[in-house]
């Protein structure tokens, strides 16, 4: 999350000192006829390939590129690691379900082993799980790349909208002042397209590929952690096993935090 809002507070920075290099005012730069083409156009256009509702949770998206992440690799290991220890010294599973640091996906998990199923039935459960989770990622990312083809295309069209009003007005005697207004139009349609596709929807949705990775892998060791479970393993083998997804760093942090030498 921090890393993401200094990135746009930098971006901002960037934008407005280069702006204000150029002009003594840099209202200049705000032309609500341009934002009404690029913005109102890249809405409707939205709208038009992926309906209203799914347009409102596209754009919800965009606050999940500011969102703190909740859980990461080492603190999965580690829970799962309690997890079985809270088991072999026979503690229920129902009270580890009611302790609210959980991952959602681990409650899931220990659910199945709670009703005793089988392995092959857990290992065929989440299989299907990951797949859905993955085809969701996949989806409402290939919805925000569509999406950020929309606002450099209307820029273009607000550009020819302002040079054909530059044409006619150089035609006429009395028109030459509307030359300049309609001259910034066309210019700054094209800004603003550019500006939203590559700074806003762009990296946003790079940022929400990059989180998808982060969240599948914490996925794949919590499965192979509820595998572990079901079968009984000793804590300290599903330790080493989990720990073999981690990166060296990772697996450094984990063996501090659980004073293994």
Same mark, same amino acid.
């Given at each position: 999350?921090k890393?993401?809002?200094? %990135?746009?507070?930098?971006?901002? +920075? ?9 002009t003594?005012? +840099?209202?200049?730069? +705000? ?26 949770r596209?754009? @919800?998206?965009? /606050?999940k =590129? /500011?969102?703190?992440?909740k ?5 999965i290991?580690?829970?799962l690691?309690?997890?079985?220890e809270? !088991? ?6 129902? $009270?580890?379900?009611?302790?609210? $640091?959980?991952? *959602? ?8 082993? $709670?009703?005793?199923?089988?392995d ?14 993955? #085809? ?5 990312i ?6 950020a083809?929309?606002? &450099? =295309? /209307? ?5 020819? +909208? ?7 007005? #150089?035609s006429?005697?009395?028109g030459?002042?509307?030359? %300049? &207004?309609?001259?910034?139009? =066309? !210019? ?6 550019? /500006? ?6 762009? *990296? ?5 590929? $990059?989180?998808?990775?982060?969240? !599948? ?17 000793? &804590?300290?083998f599903?330790?080493?096993? @989990? #720990? %073999?997804?981690?990166? &060296?760093?990772?697996?450094?942090? @984990? ?7």
């Amino acid at each position: 999350m921090k890393s993401s809002i200094l %990135g746009l507070i930098a971006g901002i +920075i960037i934008v407005s000192y280069a702006v204000s290099r150029t002009t003594d005012d +840099i209202l200049e730069y +705000i032309n609500f006829v341009s934002i009404l083409i690029v913005f109102g156009g890249t809405v409707s256009a939205a709208i038009i390939t992926h309906g209203f509702r799914k347009i409102i949770r596209i754009f @919800l998206m965009f /606050f999940k =590129a /500011f969102k703190t992440h909740k859980y990461d690799n080492v603190k999965i290991v580690k829970e799962l690691v309690r997890i079985s220890e809270d !088991l072999s010294q026979g503690k229920e599973i129902d $009270s580890i379900l009611k302790q609210d $640091s959980c991952h *959602p996906y681990t409650r899931d998990g220990l659910r199945l082993i $709670s009703n005793k199923l089988s392995d092959d039935k857990i290992v065929k459960i989440s299989k299907t799980m990951l797949k859905e989770r993955q #085809m969701h990622y996949k989806d409402t990312i290939s919805q925000l790349e569509v999406l950020a083809k929309y606002p &450099p =295309a /209307f820029g273009m069209m607000g550009t020819i +909208i302002g040079l054909i009003a530059v044409m006619k007005n #150089m035609s006429a005697d009395a028109g030459l002042d509307a030359v %300049g &207004p309609s001259m910034a139009v =066309a !210019l700054i349609t094209t800004l603003y397209g550019i /500006f939203i596709a590559n700074y806003i929807i762009s *990296p946003i949705g790079d940022n929400l590929n $990059s989180g998808s990775k982060r969240d !599948l892998k914490i996925r794949r060791i919590i499965s192979e952690g509820i595998l572990l479970l079901n079968k009984k393993e000793n &804590p300290v083998f599903v330790r080493e096993v @989990l #720990m %073999g997804y981690l990166l &060296p760093l990772e697996r450094e942090a @984990l063996a501090s935090e659980l004073g293994v030498k």
